[in-house]
């Protein structure tokens, strides 16, 4: 069983920060993806094990940012410029066939997830 707890959310004015860590120890590709009310999960970054692979959805690219750091067993979502559409409770999902994924059923393992809310 992989555990995964995922911290850092919190509320923030729109075109702020926040970071999002996420405790996951093993060797798998790591993703994030965000829910909002009364939507589909849905896929927002995506890392390989070594780091070398990363994968954004369109919506987020150039404001977010997926890095790990497999020495503290920590993966982050750096996110930048954020928007009142990024609103959601967003999941910290391990992949344990490896690759980067964009597709939510490649996720075999997930966190309690995290709420960011972001405010006008």
């Known amino acids: 069983q992989v555990q995964l707890v995922e911290s850092g959310g919190g509320l923030v004015q729109a075109g702020g920060s926040l970071r999002l860590s996420c405790a996951a120890a093993?060797?798998?590709?790591m993703g994030w993806l965000r829910q909002a009310p009364g939507k589909v999960r849905e896929f927002v970054a995506s890392?390989?094990?070594?780091?070398?692979?990363?994968s954004y959805a369109d919506s987020v690219k150039g404001r977010f940012a997926i890095s790990r750091d497999n020495a503290k067993n920590v993966v982050y979502l750096q996110m930048n410029s954020l928007r009142l559409q990024d609103t959601a409770v967003y999941y910290c999902?391990?992949?344990?066939?490896?690759?980067?994924?964009?597709?939510?059923?490649?996720?075999?393992?997930w966190g309690q997830g995290t709420q960011v809310t972001v405010s006008s």
């Open positions: 890392i390989s094990w070594s780091g070398s692979s990363t």
């Open positions: 093993g060797r798998y590709a």
């Open positions: 999902s391990a992949a344990l066939g490896g690759s980067i994924s964009s597709r939510r059923a490649d996720y075999d393992y």
